[in-house]
């Protein structure tokens, strides 16, 4: 059996396409949309509905770790607009479209951090199997899904509108996700176990948020995989747990190689 893995597509449309070339199956983890191109300013949604010149000083800030400034630069974007969250979803649906349209073959998916879960329905094909909180059998072997990504400690979940919304867990939902999951042999999930190594940015210069209820379903049900994405320039890319291969699979929109898993 042969299953490619992608995760942090971020709109490669193109790359997507031929992910599961040579595979039996093709497994997304997540952030299929391109919300905010840090490569390109002009790309992504934030590019298309403010231009470049407004998404380099939303990078500034978030590069400089601003958070203050951030909330007020971006609540001052989405309030320039009309209706910010039709906007928004009407830039998301055109990803969507065409993502979803190049799944061509069998495909199991989780959503990321930047996703809207809700809409995957829509335009998931009888090919794509949309995997949250859930398990599935793939060749023999038992694949745990949990989607999405984890709030800071310090922040409030709030509801989604006016604009757009991060597909987040508070740590308390997100480890009741993760240990809902029946005993399995691979886990897979958008964010990591919260090990520095794992979840440190060496290009942001920055730790992302890893999942500790993760980690510890891993140290006391050792799977043989847990395969994650997220972090798109980790310190580390794989590393062992006990008896589990930690590995991130990679930032499939810059890399176009997913990442393979055969038994």
């Not at 193109?14 to 300013?41: M, T």
């Not at 757009?164 to 939902?173: F, I, Q, S, V």
């Not at 890319?237 to 699979?249: F, H, I, P, Q, S």
Request: aromatic share 8%; glycine share 10%; proline share 6%.
């Amino acid at each position: 059996m042969r299953l490619h893995v992608v995760s942090d597509v971020h709109g490669n449309v193109d790359a997507l396409a031929r992910a599961a070339d040579g595979a039996d199956a093709l497994l997304v983890l997540g952030d299929l949309i391109d919300f905010v191109d840090y490569h390109d300013h002009s790309g992504g949604i934030l590019g298309s509905i403010f231009g470049a010149e407004k998404v380099a000083v939303f990078a500034a800030l978030r590069r400089e770790r601003r958070s203050a400034e951030i909330v007020s630069y971006v609540s001052s974007l989405w309030g320039s607009l009309a209706d910010p969250g039709a906007v928004v979803e009407e830039a998301i649906r055109e990803q969507y479209a065409k993502l979803f349209a190049a799944l061509t073959a069998p495909t199991y998916a989780t959503p990321g951090n930047v996703d809207m879960p809700e809409l995957w329905p829509e335009y998931a094909g009888d090919n794509v199997r949309i995997l949250d909180g859930t398990v599935t059998e793939i060749g023999g072997l038992r694949f745990g899904f949990v989607g999405g990504g984890q709030l800071p400690p310090t922040v409030t979940k709030r509801r989604r509108g006016g604009g757009w919304r991060p597909y987040l867990r508070t740590a308390e939902e997100y480890t009741a996700a993760v240990r809902g999951l029946d005993p399995v042999d691979v886990v897979c999930t958008h964010i990591p176990p919260d090990l520095p190594e794992l979840t440190y940015d060496v290009l942001a210069r920055r730790a992302e948020y890893g999942s500790a209820g993760l980690l510890e379903l891993i140290r006391e049900r050792a799977p043989r995989a847990s395969l994650f994405g997220h972090v798109h320039q980790p310190l580390a890319a794989r590393m062992r747990v006990g008896r589990t291969e930690c590995a991130n699979v990679g930032h499939f929109q810059r890399a176009e190689r997913p990442y393979v898993l055969r038994w």
